[in-house]
T-cell receptor
Framework: GENVEQHPSTLSVQEGDSAVIKCTYS??????FPWYKQELGKRPQLIID?????GEKKDQRIAVTLNKTAKHFSLHITETQPEDSAVYFC???????????????FGAGTILRVKS | NAGVTQTPKFQVLKTGQSMTLQCAQD?????MSWYRQDPGMGLRLIHY???????DQGEVPNGYNVSRSTTEDFPLRLLSAAPSQTSVYFC?????????????FGPGTRLTVT
């Protein structure tokens, strides 16, 4: 089955700097790669996702890149702010056939601390 | 819409007790799933359902049962609680096939088994 590894486990940056979190996956058939942000005591919330037919996607200060050949994808946060401090999870899944469900396999998470 | 709701928010059980964690969504989502979250391990899939009457196992199904009699509800049953089941449990749902793949999570249930 799918296995997702995430690095680093903790990341501290100064406010305004960039942060990069990397994930690798094992199943070359996986075609959907979301990133979730989880604040302390809260539910995970989707911040950005990418499908396998796209190499890069941006949404304001957040971007995700995907390298299907190497089976890795990364989250990039620019101009970090204190409110970006949270735990970030990457995940991978195979979204078809639908009858098999969208079974996300998560990485272990990265604790991001933005120091002001 | 209330989105995905879960009850209870907190629960303490003794070893061997059984209970049901409730999950409901009012968005007409076909796909629903249960995850458990343990420190340092991310979220792991317990069971999932692609529609009413259809359920299947995820990564860590042992000790848990599910059923899906309606589109809205997807309860998770702990048959005989064990300390290893101490965790935070999240229910999630996804819109119907072909729309988006985002999973919407409920607020979670924090379970402690003593």
């Amino acid at each position: 089955g799918e296995n997702v590894e995430q690095h680093p486990s903790t990341l501290s940056v100064q406010e305004g700097d960039s942060a990069v979190i990397k994930c690798t996956y094992s199943d070359s058939a996986s075609n959907y790669f979301p990133w979730y942000k989880q604040e302390l005591g809260k539910r995970p919330q989707l911040i950005i996702d990418i499908r396998s037919n796209v190499g890069e996607k941006k949404d304001q200060r957040i971007a995700v890149t995907l390298n299907k050949t190497a089976k890795h994808f990364s989250l990039h946060i620019t101009e970090t702010q204190p409110e970006d401090s949270a735990v970030y999870f990457c995940a991978a899944s195979l979204t078809f056939p639908w009858e098999y469900g969208n079974k996300l396999v998560f990485g272990a998470g990265t604790i991001l601390r933005v120091k002001s | 819409n209330a989105g995905v709701t879960q009850t209870p928010k907190f629960q303490v059980l003794k070893t061997g007790q059984s209970m049901t964690l409730q999950c409901a969504q009012d968005m007409n989502h076909e796909y629903m799933s249960w995850y458990r979250q343990d420190p340092g391990m991310g979220l792991r899939l317990i069971h999932y359902s692609v529609g009413a009457g259809i359920t299947d196992q995820g990564e860590v199904p042992n000790g848990y049962n599910v059923s899906r009699s309606t589109t809205e509800d997807f309860p998770l049953r702990l048959l005989s609680a064990a300390p290893s089941q101490t965790s935070v449990y999240f229910c999630a749902s996804t819109p119907p096939k072909g729309q988006v793949y985002e999973q919407y999570f409920g607020p979670g249930t924090r379970l402690t088994v003593t």
